[in-house]
């Protein structure tokens, strides 16, 4: 495994807006800066909380966290700006079109002024968050299509190669490894002090999240038909492991132990059985969520795996979650929000007449979905789902974007890392996280 620290990678960035304020901004300022009472007595304003953004926690795993809400606080300020984007592999174009039946690649996750993301031709990059600037980059001779995670200083993931790698989140340099033996799709999942992730024999795997020791794994027989290449990632709560794999099946099992505790096996109408998005746990409501490329977008049981409800569509994007309703696209390009608790009642539905939807992501307002044919970036009202704002692209999207502090980080199918904020925002960069 190679690491280098580049200073610059010429990967076409654009200059980053001026925060210069202009003079009617200017005297805006000096409004907020005091009321006049009575011609009297001034009222000075904390200029920090007028102009940075308030820290948000940072979107440090796919989809957010291991109960893969993919939800954000907050809500994003139309219209959006493209405020950098940079090239992820250096040969151009290099990262190839996803075909049809193909699954996302890597997804950006930020951490402490720090987006990191994967290339399939070129390892695990680290980008600056505030100028789209090169920071280090990990090679390790094949490509990275799982989604990296972080946490204690650490980012975590897997790598065609076959093997799990964690580096240091300043250096890019390595802590442990582990070789699983075959290409690792999934995105790890980390809890309970452990680090969770499956290999494409769909082998499920728990180290120890500090040292890279191995704790267990679930070995299931090979599965010998044509599937969907990609492989879930597992998902966490109250000391149990949901994960999924290609004939359907769902388990729970014992976080410590990796012990099956109920195993459910989803029905499919069609060739491919694979539920590879991510699951989605609902714990208050008791309820896990997993969709069926050909099957159905399902609500079991946490505590049994049986099918509570089930919606007549099918596809392998993972679910959004907002405390409230699920949002889901399916594979004929349309985005749909779900009462989970009414047994799945549709809520609305929306046909954006599209090839191929991304999975949605969603804040306290609006959710999120890109396409690729056309390429826009779609954001909706999430109680309606009328369309708020359409942002063409000259570049396709497949995966899903990532929200940080109200802006949105997405990679195109051409292999550029966008970074898009509000036009007229108050600050043009975040520093750090906590």
């Known amino acids: 495994m190679k690491k280098r620290n580049l200073r610059d990678n010429g990967g076409g960035i654009l200059r980053p807006a001026k925060a210069g304020l202009g003079m009617t901004n200017l005297f805006l300022l000096l409004a907020v800066l005091f009321s006049i009472e009575g011609c009297s007595r001034f009222q000075w304003i904390n200029l920090k909380e007028i102009f940075i953004p308030k820290a948000t926690p940072p979107w440090a795993t796919l989809h957010g966290g291991p109960l893969h809400w993919g939800y954000m606080p907050g809500e994003i300020s139309t219209p959006l700006k493209l405020h950098w984007v940079t090239a992820l592999s250096e040969q151009n174009g290099s990262i190839l079109r996803p075909q049809r039946f193909t699954l996302e690649n890597s997804r950006p996750t930020a951490y402490n002024g720090a987006i990191f993301v994967g ?16 920071l280090w980059r990990v090679e390790d001779g094949t490509g990275v299509e799982s989604t990296p995670a972080i946490a204690q200083d650490q980012v975590l993931f897997g790598a065609q190669n076959g093997t799990f790698y964690s580096v240091d989140s300043k250096t890019g340099d390595e802590n442990w490894r582990l070789d699983s033996g075959v290409e690792i799709l999934s995105s790890p999942t980390i809890a309970e002090g452990k680090v969770f992730f499956s290999n494409a024999r769909e082998s499920l795997y728990a180290l120890d999240l500090t040292t890279g020791e191995w704790l267990w794994q679930v070995d299931r027989e090979v599965f010998d038909k044509v599937t969907i290449r990609g492989t879930a990632s597992p998902a966490v709560d109250a000391g149990k492991v949901y994960h999924s794999f290609f004939d359907g099946s769902v388990l729970c099992l014992e976080a410590q132990t990796g012990n099956i505790l109920w195993e459910t096996k989803l029905p499919s109408e069609g060739q491919f059985t694979d539920v590879d998005g991510a699951l989605l746990l609902i714990p208050s409501l008791h309820q896990l969520v997993a969709a069926s490329f050909d099957g159905h977008l399902s609500g079991l049981s946490l505590d049994s795996g049986e099918i509570l409800w089930k919606l007549e569509s099918g596809g392998s994007s993972t679910a959004a979650y907002d405390g409230e309703w699920l949002y889901w696209t399916d594979r004929e390009g349309t985005l749909m929000a779900i009462d989970p608790s009414s047994n799945g009642q549709m809520v609305w539905e929306k046909n954006l007449h599209v090839e191929f939807l991304s999975a949605p992501v969603v804040n306290d307002s609006q959710v999120l979905v890109a396409s690729d044919d056309p390429e826009k970036i779609f954001l ?33 199918e051409k292999g550029g890392l966008y970074r898009f904020r509000p036009r007229y925002s108050r600050a043009t960069y975040t520093t750090t996280w906590e």
């Open 119 to 134: 290339s399939p031709t070129s390892g695990l990059v680290a980008i600056d968050w505030s100028k789209g600037k090169e």
């Open 380 to 412: 909706l009202d999430k109680k309606t789902g009328d369309i708020l704002e359409e942002s063409w692209i000259t570049s396709g999207f497949h995966q899903t974007p990532t929200l940080v502090d109200g802006n949105i980080l997405i990679v195109s």
